[in-house]
């Protein structure tokens, strides 16, 4: 399984991908709305990690767009 994780934090893409990766998953990492979104429309993603808060396109608009483009596609918000 791919999942995206989609976090302008550094920090927090190590801590998560770390997790995910022991875990057995591939994890792609996106920096910013706009490289997130064009992975997430890929039919190799099958779950999305998304912040709220990034740079190039907010996270609510990378949802929103996800959501009318790939609505089965699972979406775990993280944002502090």
């Known amino acids: 399984m791919s999942i995206l994780l989609v976090e ?8 998560v991908r770390r997790g ?6 591939q994890v792609l990492v ?3 709305g706009v490289d997130g979104l064009a992975l997430a429309l890929s039919d190799d993603v ?3 990690v998304l912040d ?3 740079p190039g396109l907010p996270g609510e ?3 929103v ?16």
């Open 8 to 15: 302008d934090e550094a920090g927090i893409v190590s801590f």
């Open 20 to 25: 995910l990766e022991s875990a057995g998953y």
């Open 30 to 32: 996106a920096d910013d």
């Open 46 to 48: 099958e779950l999305v």
């Open 52 to 54: 709220l808060g990034l």
């Open 61 to 63: 608009e990378v949802l």
């Open 65 to 80: 767009r996800l959501r009318r483009r790939r609505p089965h596609v699972p979406v775990i918000v993280l944002t502090a």
